[in-house]
């Protein structure tokens, strides 16, 4: 039982009485109920033989913040703890934008709404709106302020009036709290490049390079291309200090209690603006050890639920998504372990299977996947996937060499293989991907490129080539079925739900050339849309497609997210066969990643119980499904979701 189940028994109970509710007695007793986690996880990190005033001020903060929290806010926070847990409704879809390229800017994302209803999205997940230095700034990552808008972007007041107009109509938003690190020019970092020694401790700064290349031997490169190394000097301070990621994002240091103050501070003003979901943004980084590769460590951790702890007693309805793009085993610790299990994030994303979707793409098999995601620890009952296919990064082929290994193939081999396939190094591939990240030394790679462009839509369209769009079509509806019914929030990336094709345009722009990320961050193409009423296209049919899938979705109440998912092994190494499972209703959702027709033989699916009669059908297509010559025919890219009663 985790502590957010202690805070809806108490708010529940208390709900019931005539009183009126007392926001101030309830934000004690969640105080009351957190304070003794709250002060070991703070202790675990800074000693408490000389922290205890830090810790005395950190628990006098909690009800100065709760005090500033709206009273709206305060009223929805009771309403979610009355209520089950939002985020694992089948209800939820989400999709995931860049403000100014999807509709100019806040006011103008506003005027969308009325596109997302009609898609069937009900949750937005909004990059950086804040200010950022204006030359390089790894798109809004590199944050001069992590409450102030960009007004590029329009104003604080357009997106309070944003987050009131998305709760009126019921609808979700999640934005990023980049967590790791602000930019070279946030006000702290200003003053530490003064000279200011206290503001200095808020950073890793060094004199000489002693230190820093004592990192070094164990610190892996993030971005090894454009910003090798871990450290920068920076001439005016005449120091070293750390930065993982660019040279312009410095990472804040963690082991000072006043940083973290500070920091949960930032992160409440933020949920005071009306965010529904907080995304910790490259929160495996947060905590650096010597001798470490600071990624994943314990104290990372214990730190992450300190953040939790204390934003759960001031703003019990926001939760918190891990950004954590890490292995699979690694991902899943962000919903908390042992006796904090379920104290952490209540949602991180599935990189696992996203990486291993784009193996089965390539491979046309799915025996990587299938194996991958077989033994993975089930993650605790309250908390949920984000499933997705393509977001504004990078593709990393984030899984274990010993999956690969255990299927007989040469870890490295498989890897170089895919990034040739996606990256344009295989006469037959029609993938046009990038590239990106190159690392020589260790052979590893990433990859770029939209959803369309990656599964051959771009290649069809430029050889006009009618089998090579329809194929790629397929692909892409196959993969959003996958993300629409695996098990937790679908995220389709903004542009994909009309098979938007690589951007190319960051070429031209000297702040972007470098990184070829830009190549997915593409402008909404209103044009097209304007279409559709009036003739059916590629980008029409994918839109209908995944416009339909959505609405099924909501109307499948198995489709909320219980731990119901069940991962089937059948022997085929082209299928991909799970079930969504509850007392009285069974959907199996099959899918074929190659070129050409399987089947699924009777005997097999007796085995599982799934016999098919009269009544099954396919959810998708409305019709029924049959078995001839004994086997259920699954042709080339096609999926299905069989509903048995
Ligand atoms: C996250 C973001 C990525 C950014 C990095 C550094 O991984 O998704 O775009 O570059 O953090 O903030």
Redesign the pocket.
């Known amino acids: 039982m985790n502590q957010n189940y202690l805070h809806k028994m108490i708010a529940t109970s208390k709900g019931k009485s005539s009183e009126a509710v007392n926001y101030d007695s309830l934000f004690d007793l969640r105080l009351a109920t957190n304070i003794t986690l709250i002060k070991n996880l703070y202790f675990s990190l800074y000693p408490e033989s000389n922290c205890t005033k830090d810790f005395e001020k950190l628990i006098a903060l909690l009800p100065k913040l709760f005090k500033n929290r709206p009273i709206d806010l305060k009223k929805q926070d009771l309403n979610r703890l009355n209520e089950g847990n939002w985020y694992q409704s089948e209800h939820i879809v989400g999709m995931q934008l860049y403000v100014d390229h999807f509709n100019k800017d806040i006011n103008g994302l506003a005027d969308k709404i009325e596109y997302f209803e009609n898609l069937g999205v009900n949750f937005l997940h909004i990059m950086p709106i804040t200010t950022r230095p204006k030359a390089e700034n790894?798109?809004g990552?590199?944050v001069n302020s992590y409450t102030e808008v960009d007004k590029k972007y329009g104003t604080k007041k357009d997106f309070l009036s944003l987050t009131k107009k998305l709760r009126s109509k019921n609808m979700f938003l999640m934005i990023d709290f980049?967590v790791?690190?602000t930019s070279d020019e946030f006000s702290w970092a200003k003053k530490a490049i003064e000279g200011d020694k206290k503001y200095q401790d808020y950073y890793y700064i060094y004199p000489n390079r002693e230190i820093p290349d004592a990192f070094e031997q164990t610190l892996p490169e993030v971005f090894p291309e454009t910003a090798p190394g871990n450290f920068t000097y920076n001439e005016e301070m005449q120091q070293w200090v750390m930065t993982v990621?660019n040279s312009y994002?410095w990472d804040l240091n963690y082991s000072n209690p006043e940083v973290f103050v500070e920091m949960l501070t930032n992160l409440i003003k933020l949920a005071d603006l009306g965010v529904d979901v907080i995304r910790f943004?490259?929160l495996a980084f947060l905590w650096k050890k010597l001798g470490t590769n600071s990624q994943n460590l314990p104290e990372a951790h214990a730190l992450i639920s300190l953040f939790r702890m204390c934003l759960q007693v001031v703003a019990p309805g926001v939760i918190l998504l891990a950004?954590a793009?890490v292995a699979p085993t690694e991902i899943i610790k962000y919903f908390g372990e042992n006796e904090m299990e379920g104290n952490e994030c209540e949602v991180a994303y599935n990189a696992t299977l996203m990486a291993l979707l784009w193996d089965s793409i390539a491979t046309t098999k799915t025996q990587l996947l299938n194996k991958s995601i077989q033994y993975l620890p089930i993650k605790p009952k309250d908390a949920t996937w984000i499933n997705y296919i393509r977001?504004?990064?990078d593709i990393g082929l984030g899984f274990e060499n010993q999956d690969i290994y255990n299927l007989g193939l040469d870890a490295q081999e498989h890897r170089k293989f895919l990034l040739n396939y996606y990256c344009q190094k295989l006469d037959w591939s029609s993938a046009k991907g990038q590239l990106f990240m190159y690392n020589p030394k260790t052979g590893d790679g990433r990859i770029t490129g939209s959803a369309a462009s990656l599964l051959g839509l771009e290649t069809g369209i430029e050889k006009k080539d009618k089998k090579l769009i329809h194929t790629a079509i397929q692909k892409i509806k196959m993969l959003h079925s996958i993300i629409l019914s695996y098990g937790g929030i679908p995220l389709i990336y903004a542009g994909d739900e009309i098979g938007t094709l690589n951007d190319y345009s960051y070429l031209k722009d000297s702040s972007k050339k470098e990184d070829s990320?830009w190549i997915n961050r593409p402008h909404q193409n209103w044009k097209v849309i304007e279409t559709f009423v009036k003739k059916e296209t590629p980008q029409s049919t994918i839109f209908n497609e995944i416009k339909n899938l959505i609405s099924i979705r909501k109307k499948t109440p198995i489709f909320a997210d219980h731990n119901n998912t069940i991962l089937h092994q059948y022997d085929n190494p082209h299928l991909l066969i799970f079930e969504r499972t509850s007392k009285d209703q069974r959907v199996l959702v099959v899918c074929n990643f190659d070129t050409t027709s399987h089947s699924i033989e009777k005997y097999w699916l007796h085995k599982i119980d799934f016999i098919l009669n009269e009544k099954s059908k396919d959810l998708v297509t409305n019709k029924s499904i049959f078995l001839i010559n004994n086997s259920l025919q699954v042709g080339a890219f096609e999926f299905y979701w069989i509903l048995k009663n």
């Open positions: 790894d798109g990552y590199a980049v790791n690190h990621f994002q943004d490259a950004e793009i977001c504004h990064d990320r």
